[in-house]
């Protein structure tokens, strides 16, 4: 997973609404191609790039290794907000 930081790209969540400038996908290019995987930092959702915006995707639909690594992501954002939730 590498974090993208494109200043010019812009992305709605279309679960929670969230604004993002700062993207990580799980094909780590300089930008989010088409059909490239998002984890929305915000709610925790999987959504996927398209040439215009960031669509809603069934997570049962995808690839079993992408599936295994969107879970890693997700443990990793559950122990980060825990932590949060203590302060
Ligand atoms: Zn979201």
């Known amino acids: ?3 993208i930081k494109t200043m010019d790209y812009k992305t ?3 679960y ?3 604004k993002s400038t700062n993207h990580e ?4 290019k ?3 191609k088409n059909g490239e995987i998002s984890f929305c ?3 925790g959702e999987v959504s996927k790039f398209t040439k215009k915006e960031l669509v809603k995707v069934n997570i049962e639909e995808l690839k079993y290794c992408t599936r295994e690594e ?3 992501i997700r443990v990793a954002w559950l122990r980060r907000k825990a932590i949060e939730n203590l302060k």
């Open 1 to 3: 997973m590498i974090l």
């Open 12 to 14: 709605i969540c279309p």
């Open 16 to 18: 929670c609404g969230y």
């Open 25 to 28: 996908t799980l094909e780590g």
């Open 30 to 32: 300089n930008k989010p």
């Open 41 to 43: 930092m915000n709610c």
């Open 70 to 72: 969107i879970n890693d």
